[in-house]
């Protein structure tokens, strides 16, 4: 994996990047970190939390031809861990849901997903102090870029975000599409936190009316085994898995129509829902999925809008 770093700094005329070693990141005070994760180049922000400057960008890249999509989160998360060991001021993470660009990538972005909260519980109690949040991409690019309205082509949402960022930084423009998601994530979850907000109220959905949804149920023994089978399970439109994918557990006390509005909130995303399936009876017995209930623990729902917006 290349893992680079870049500092912006002043060379006397011009704000310039500077790439450094990441050993010399040196933070001193209270930050956040954003990530826009993906298989095969994830961009990383360290943003300063008062103000939402950026003190460090970086771009890690997985080597496709040498590195499995396994390797690199191994690696990316040893990066990370050890700038979060270096510098205690990063005390807050935001990532988003996996933005999928074709079905077949999605259990290894999910993975991919995963190794924020599994570093924070490796290097327990070390970084009890770290909070993480996701937050759904169209939410975020929503607030960035203002009163302008965010198209649903996922390619056109990426343009108006770059356009965006370069009016506020020009030097930005040698920079990946990941890393300019990161620090326009990062850049949102500072300025929303100087609102007196914190980083539960950008991950909240926003709540909406009920609304017609269409639902496959499926059995699994574990998150991966149905992550893995979940191309050959979905049949909704393909172009939604460019919003994002959003993974939730339900409690038995929790009604599932209301956790589906809940948790899809007003966005046009895969939302799955995963329960024990010896509890909540009352949708086994509604949706006459009693078979997958005495076959495997959990039960996933996968749940999108009937109607596009």
Request: charged share 25%; aromatic share 10%.
């Amino acid at each position: 994996m290349q893992f680079i770093v870049k500092q912006p700094v002043n060379n006397g005329t011009q704000v310039i990047f500077k790439q450094i070693e990441t050993k010399d990141i040196q933070v001193g005070q209270y930050s956040l970190m954003a990530i826009d994760g993906a298989t095969g180049n994830s961009g990383i922000a360290i943003v300063r939390e008062s103000d939402g400057a950026l003190l460090y960008l970086i771009d890690a890249t997985r080597e496709t031809k040498t590195e499995s999509p396994v390797r690199y989160k191994i690696m990316l998360k040893k990066e990370i861990t050890n700038i979060l060991r270096d510098n205690h001021f990063i005390h807050e993470i935001y990532y988003e849901p996996p933005i999928v660009g074709h079905i077949s990538a999605v259990s290894n972005l999910f993975m991919l997903r995963a190794f924020v909260e599994e570093m924070i519980i490796e290097n327990e109690p070390d970084f009890n102090y770290i909070s993480n949040f996701e937050v759904v991409n169209t939410h975020w690019k929503k607030l960035f870029i203002g009163d302008e309205t965010l198209p649903s082509n996922t390619d056109l949402q990426k343009e108006i975000v770059r356009k965006k960022m370069l009016t506020y930084l020009p030097i930005m423009s040698t920079c990946t599409q990941d890393t300019i998601d990161a620090y326009a994530l990062g850049f949102v979850a500072a300025i929303n936190k100087q609102k007196g907000l914190d980083g539960k109220d950008l991950a909240t959905k926003k709540k909406v009316r009920p609304f017609k949804f269409r639902t496959i149920f499926a059995g699994a023994e574990d998150d991966e085994m149905l992550l893995n089978e979940f191309s050959d399970i979905y049949t909704g439109p393909e172009k939604l898995i460019g919003n994002g994918i959003s993974f939730v557990s339900i409690n038995k006390r929790e009604a599932f129509d209301k956790a589906v509005y809940n948790n899809m909130g007003d966005e046009d995303i895969i939302l799955i829902i995963r329960f024990d399936s010896s509890s909540h009876c009352n949708i086994v017995l509604e949706n006459n999925i009693g078979s997958l209930a005495a076959q495997y623990p959990y039960i996933y729902a996968i749940v999108w809008r009937a109607n596009r917006k």
